[in-house]
């Protein structure tokens, strides 16, 4: 697997389960509101995923540095980098890094 698709689906995976723990969250609300076990009412469901279930800043903050000598050092490539850290896909990824635009399918479109 390479690393873009690796991004990638991990991040599907992530939207998945988000998904997932909407619908439980909401059928839970639906047999609490049937059962009259708790107050009707609104409800919202937050989710902040990081790389893992578990995330911890510091060692994100870690790890992006390590990356970054990485891609210093010519061991990863920049679009890696970029797809990683801000989560995109290798499309968005080469339109974020200076120079990559001509590398895309897509014509440019001027900005006035």
């Known amino acids: 697997m390479t690393m873009s698709s690796w991004y990638v689906t991990e991040d599907a995976i992530q939207k ?3 998904a997932a723990l ?3 969250v909401y059928a839970l609300d639906a047999l609490c509101d049937l059962a009259r076990l708790a107050p009707a009412g609104a409800y919202q469901v937050d ?3 990081g790389d893992g279930v578990l ?3 510091e060692t994100r903050r870690q790890d ?3 990356d970054m000598q990485r891609v210093a050092a010519g061991l990863m490539r920049d679009i890696d980098f970029v797809m990683k ?3 995109v896909d290798e499309k968005t990824a080469r ?3 200076p120079g990559m ?3 895309t399918d897509e014509p440019e479109e001027e900005i006035e």
Do not use: Y
Request: with cysteine; net charge negative; aromatic share 12%.
């Open 16 to 18: 998945a389960f988000q």
């Open 22 to 24: 909407e619908d439980l």
């Open 47 to 49: 989710c902040k995923w």
């Open 55 to 57: 995330d911890d800043p």
């Open 64 to 66: 992006m540095a390590l």
């Open 85 to 87: 850290w801000d989560k």
């Open 95 to 97: 339109k974020l890094l």
């Open 101 to 103: 635009e001509e590398l």
